[in-house]
């Protein structure tokens, strides 16, 4: 099993210009969650989703989109970027309350590297 | 939801047993305790949780008093490879969203 990966792993963006983040998990989880950790902080909440099809927001959503359209996909994108979304991306998810070893233990992805110049 | 409070880092030696006290005043009934850890450049992995008296794993022990106020995370003889940052998280477990990752308590081990 892969677990879960993100893609891209780095990217430089001209403030203004668009992309999209994508999550993929292989575990047949229901969970997914975007968060954002920037220097020497904790990680921040952006959306999340507890099922293909749905999406919520989180702590810090402006600026940020999201779609799950496959349960093991969860795609965060970014329309018009700005300087103050530099961060570091991580993608986790966790099987919710249909089971797992611990309760909705996260697994996290390696993170995307963003930088918005 | 539940907030922790943390000491912001640690020093420790190695061989030594680490314990890293987070307090959580205002824990609900339902909610749950749940350490992560994590390296520089990696994302956060899970090491424990659980939700009165203690657990103990491969990896590290929780101690959790009757009130529930607060949780200490134990690690038996750390080594160099065990600094990283540490979270304390407190959420009901059926609600992963809700479980809010605050600065985390950043362990350095020495030689």
């Known amino acids: 099993n892969a677990g879960v990966t993100q893609t891209p792993k780095f990217r430089v963006l001209k403030t203004g210009q668009s992309m999209t983040l994508l999550c993929a998990q292989d575990m047949n989880h229901e969970y997914m969650y975007w968060y954002r950790q920037d220097p020497g902080m904790g990680l921040r909440l952006i959306h999340y989703?507890?099922?293909?099809?749905?999406?919520a927001k989180g702590e810090v959503p402006d600026g940020y989109n999201v779609s799950r359209l496959k349960k093991q996909n969860f795609l965060l994108g970014l329309e018009s970027a700005a300087p103050s979304q530099t961060s570091v991306y991580f993608c986790?998810?966790?099987?919710?309350?249909?089971?797992?070893?611990?309760?909705?233990?996260?697994?996290f992805g390696p993170g995307t590297r963003l930088t918005v110049l | 939801l539940a907030k922790t409070t943390q000491p912001i880092s640690m020093d420790s030696y190695e061989g030594q047993e680490v314990n890293i006290t987070c307090s959580h005043n205002?824990?609900?009934?339902?909610?749950?305790i749940t350490w992560y850890q994590q390296f520089p450049s990696q994302g956060p992995r899970f090491i424990i949780q659980g939700y009165k008296t203690k657990v103990t794993n491969e990896v590290a022990s929780l101690f959790i008093p009757a009130d529930r106020k607060s949780s200490t995370l134990s690690l038996p003889r750390v080594s160099l490879s065990d600094t990283a940052v540490y979270y304390c998280?407190?959420?009901?477990?059926?609600?992963?969203?809700?479980?809010?990752f605050g600065p985390g308590t950043r362990l350095s081990v020495l030689p």
């Open positions: 998280l407190v959420g009901d477990a059926n609600y992963g969203q809700n479980f809010v």
């Open positions: 989703s507890v099922g293909e099809g749905t999406t």
């Open positions: 986790a998810s966790s099987y919710g309350t249909s089971g797992g070893s611990s309760y909705n233990e996260q697994f």
């Open positions: 205002n824990i609900a009934t339902n909610d749950y």
